[in-house]
């Protein structure tokens, strides 16, 4: 067919094989893997009735004068953006509460930035200085992010295996068997999450030692920091050496209940803040003005709650810990967070079939302890941050079940 001004258009339709939209994702997406505790919790969202030891999120509702903060914030109309490193007030505060704490000093006006979650610090802090092919050595069992983030940066992540027998601590010399040329960072997070393991003053020692001999960089998630039931916490960064070479990371979500909020942070040499505030400002801009009001009346008032959620969660762990020890399930103790983790190898089943027909038997969810990582195999991760009523409840119906296999 030709047209007027004599152009020729065909008039066949275009043979094209069919549009497939899987073949536009980036192959090292395609190879990470779903969230074990989310592919989990597809299943239970299928059944009524059930009591969720699962998600790792506080029962108690944002303590009221946190939420009235951020009220207030709404109705004064400061619904603008903020700087990319976040409210200089919020740095103010993090930075006088540091100190207090955890004998850490920062400038906030640049080693300081806020971000959405310690999930989105921890992200950039990768992406910041992470080059294709460093590797990063972190503990296992260890939150499902650890390794999925440090492949999205194109680095390697490197595990080391902790174990019950040392209360899923880590060595020194653990971290010495695995270093190579390509070792670049280290990744700590104590309390853990999953284990609820800690660490000591001297172990950390040790570790800061071997880190400055070998020139790592340290990363270290202390969201669980204040939710240590016994001993100090200690901060590697706070020790001899190390502050200069550790970014810190911490945020709002656990200590205050403030999981929706989604306000982290990350404290570290100004070099690395500047750099990890470039990827910031273009993907995030700035953390929720309004959420940022709110973390700091949690910081500057916020202690009182902060405590007796913690008093809680100790009374909880108390309990759940004595309950599976007495229905046959060893469980070390956890010296923080708010997760036991017990033993279920003596069941016969792997870790997913244990917590799937736990599920369909009594209606109780847990993790399979696999979703953390292979160490995690043959544990499961039970949260106690769910009322004490409902922990009997769970805990009675989990005894029935280890009863009948």
């Not at 506080?58 to 709404?74: G, K, M, N, Q, S």
Request: with cysteine; hydrophobic share 40%; proline share 6%.
């Amino acid at each position: 067919m030709r047209s007027a001004v004599g152009a020729v258009f065909c008039t066949q339709p275009i043979m094209s094989s069919p549009f497939q939209p899987q073949q536009f994702v980036a192959r090292h997406v395609q190879d990470i893997p779903r969230s074990g505790i989310r592919e989990f919790f597809e299943l239970v969202q299928s059944k009524k009735d059930v009591i969720s030891l699962g998600v790792g999120e506080p029962d108690f509702v944002t303590p009221w004068h946190i939420r009235e903060a951020a009220i207030y914030a709404l109705e004064q109309g400061r619904t603008t953006y903020t700087s990319n490193l976040g409210l200089l007030k919020l740095r103010q505060t993090i930075s006088v509460h540091l100190a207090k704490t955890v004998d850490l000093h920062y400038n906030p006006a640049n080693e300081i930035l806020i971000a959405v979650g310690v999930s989105e610090a921890l992200d950039i802090a990768l992406r910041a200085i992470l080059d294709p092919g460093d590797e990063v050595i972190y503990h296992e069992p260890c939150y499902v992010s650890y390794a999925p983030s440090v492949r999205l940066t194109h680095g390697i992540p490197v595990a080391v295996p902790c174990s019950a027998a040392s209360g899923f601590s880590v060595s020194a010399q653990a971290i010495e068997a695995v270093l190579t040329p390509r070792s670049k960072v280290l990744l700590l997070n104590f309390p853990t999450n999953p284990t609820g393991g800690t660490m000591t003053r001297v172990e950390l020692l040790k570790i800061a030692e071997l880190a400055i001999k070998h020139n790592l960089l340290v990363l270290t998630d202390e969201i669980y920091s204040e939710l240590t039931f016994e001993g100090e916490h200690v901060s590697i960064a706070s020790l001899p050496g190390m502050r200069e070479r550790t970014v810190y990371l911490h945020g709002f979500s656990k200590a205050y209940s403030m999981t929706g909020f989604r306000i982290g942070y990350a404290c570290g040499p100004h070099a690395i803040i500047e750099a990890m505030m470039r990827i910031h400002q273009y993907s995030m801009l700035c953390a929720s003005s309004i959420s940022q009001e709110a973390a700091i009346e949690a910081l500057q008032n916020g202690e009182p709650e902060m405590i007796s959620m913690r008093d809680h969660y100790r009374a909880r762990r108390n309990f759940i810990v004595n309950a599976f020890q007495s229905m046959g399930l060893p469980c070390h103790l956890p010296r923080g967070s708010f997760y036991a983790f017990p033993c279920i190898e003596s069941s016969g089943l792997t870790s997913k079939e244990f917590a799937t027909r736990l599920l369909a038997a009594q209606n109780v969810a847990c993790v399979p302890g696999d979703a953390f990582g292979p160490s995690g195999e043959g544990y499961l991760r039970c949260c106690f941050a769910t009322g004490l009523e409902q922990l009997e409840i769970a805990a009675d119906r989990m005894a029935r079940f280890v009863k009948s296999l």
